[in-house]
């Protein structure tokens, strides 16, 4: 494609993805940069930093410049952004891009600024920030400009949001900072409490993704993992092997405030649009949504029918690409030119 060049841009605590509009999803990278300290160089960004966590030299900083859905160290975020965006770029155009960022609601003014400011910095001719779960409900295909009721909740890495969509807009919602990284600290926790062991983050999300559960199946009992930690008495390694059960009691009591969430939106939505909702049930996205037994545990407590998203860790990178062919939602996004 030759000419203007649209970019919609999940920069996500855990995850950063760049959609190109009439390409699809061209960058899939976990947000994280590495660099030497002493010279402020960048060595590597995305899948090889990571790899480096808990893992570098003293001289080297493995960093997740997002935290709970925001910038945190507003450098590195932008040294990220303008290294994804030039390699989105580099294949296609010329043109300096309009970019579509998502952003979680409620995030405050000077967050925004910071964002709008990283974005132009980053290269972008214009940018616009789009309310995450409004992207979420594009990028998961619901018919968010209809008055009904859509509801949506994404679960990622450091936030969790609900929220209730009608005419192309949010009615209501709630964001906490409880999310994947809340679960892997539930595991680490576990663990040392229980068996005296002390393991990375890497180990504790393995350990989520292979027997994580929160909704008391039998199959999930039975799930079971192996892994090394460091043994607080004796500063020694020690195997383990985990159960599925086990799991399931460290992370239950996340799993809950999560379902709370979900039903403090409910309550504070006019009936109509619950009816809509409870009609037509609930989506789930996010990395978080992947974990065994979210959708039962959040409809058994509420009540309602969940499903979960097609392709759910790309639904807002998606959502904001396609937001450029919403006039009417677009004119609402806060931007910068
Ligand atoms: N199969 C899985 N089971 C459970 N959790 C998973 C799975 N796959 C990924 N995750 C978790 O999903 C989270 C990342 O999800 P996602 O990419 O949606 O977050 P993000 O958008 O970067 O974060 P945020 O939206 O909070 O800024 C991580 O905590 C990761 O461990
Ligand atoms: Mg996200």
Known sequence: MFGRLDLGIDLGTANTLVYVRGKGIVINEPSVIAINGDNNEIIKVGAEAKKMIGKTPSFIQAIRPLKDGVIADYEVALAMLMYFISRAQESFS???PRVVIGVPVGVTEVESRALLRAGKEAGA?????????????????L??????????IDIGGGTTETAVISLGSIVTWSSIRIAGDEFDEAIIQYVREVYRVTIGVRT???????????????EFDELQTDIVGIELSSGLPKKL????????????PTAMQIVEAVKSTLEKTP???????TEKGIIIAGGGSLLRGMA????????????GAEDPMMCVAKGAGMVLDKMDILARLKSVE
């Not at 001719?125 to 295909?141: Q, R, S, Y």
């Not at 350990?207 to 008391?216: A, H, L, Q, S």
């Not at 039962?296 to 499903?307: A, D, F, M, P, R």
């Open 143 to 152: 018919p968010v400009e209809d008055p009904q009721g859509n509801m949506v």
């Open 204 to 218: 504790s999300e393995r350990i989520k993704i292979e027997i994580g559960n929160v909704y008391p199946l039998k």
């Open 125 to 141: 001719k214009k940018v616009f920030l789009i309310e995450e779960p409004m992207a979420t409900a594009l990028g998961a295909g």
């Open 94 to 96: 010329f043109f300096r």
């Open 241 to 252: 092997a985990l159960t599925g059960g086990e799991i399931r009691e460290a992370i239950r």
């Open 271 to 277: 009936p109509e649009l619950v009816a809509d909702i």
């Open 296 to 307: 039962q545990l959040i409809s058994k407590e509420t009540g309602i029918e969940v499903h």
